[in-house]
């Protein structure tokens, strides 16, 4: 996205000051098989750590990963780009990353490990097949599974705001329906108790 330019066209945070090496250079070449401009790269790690703008107090160090309670930030955007812990590898995780948008209404592309997605349509929330084209969940490929997410990811970017506006309030029933089924899940202490063991017998 710091590539193409597009990703200073939606807000986006990374709290930890962490200073470009080559190793990253290597990662994302080699093991993820994008097409990078070296001086692009290290222009983007020089302005790190960012804030989202509506939360610029916020720090690697006040923020807390489950006590997320800042509105503002998901109140102006029309979606969400959610990175999970693990996007390649025999690792799963589906952690409180993906809750964010859950909880705030919001649609999402989901960067993770195949069949993220269907497991979460297996707890029971509902995707956004038809407004994203969600067949990257399929793909075990990472480098091919990044590269689709990527195109699905510029695609929205690529829409006026108009347009984002008429294709957010077409679904809303599905965002309604997830925030409404987390706290179902959250409030049901059967579910809380054993949720753990809940995603370890689906992430297999």
């Known amino acids: 996205m710091n590539e193409s330019g597009i990703l200073d066209k939606?807000?986006?945070?990374?709290?930890?000051?962490?200073?470009?090496?080559d190793h990253f250079w290597h990662q994302y070449t080699t093991t993820y098989g994008?097409?990078?401009?070296?001086?692009?790269?290290?222009?983007?790690?020089e302005r790190l750590p960012k804030s989202l703008q509506d939360e610029p107090g916020d720090t690697f160090d006040t923020v807390s990963s489950w006590t997320d309670n800042q509105v503002k930030s998901?109140?102006?955007?029309?979606f969400y780009i959610c990175t999970e812990t693990y996007t390649d590898g025999p690792y799963k995780s589906v952690t409180e990353k993906i809750c964010k948008p859950i909880g705030n209404y919001m649609p999402f592309v989901f960067s993770s490990f195949p069949?993220?997605?269907?497991?979460?349509?297996?707890?029971?929330?509902?995707?956004?097949n038809g407004f994203i084209d969600e067949s990257y969940d399929l793909e075990k490929d990472t480098v091919r599974r990044v590269k689709m997410i990527y195109?699905?990811?510029?695609?929205?970017?690529?829409?006026?705001?108009?347009?984002?506006?008429?294709w957010y309030w077409s679904m809303e029933d599905i965002p309604i329906h997830n925030r409404e089924h987390l706290l179902t899940l959250y409030k049901t202490d059967k579910t809380t108790e054993s949720f753990i063991k809940f995603l370890e017998d689906r992430v297999k």
């Open 74 to 78: 998901y109140n102006n955007a029309y």
């Open 115 to 128: 069949g993220a997605l269907q497991l979460l349509r297996d707890m029971g929330f509902k995707t956004f």
């Open 151 to 166: 195109k699905e990811i510029e695609k929205l970017c690529k829409m006026s705001r108009e347009e984002l506006h008429t």
């Open 34 to 45: 994008l097409e990078l401009d070296k001086n692009k790269m290290q222009a983007l790690y």
């Open 10 to 21: 939606g807000d986006w945070s990374w709290l930890s000051n962490v200073k470009f090496e």
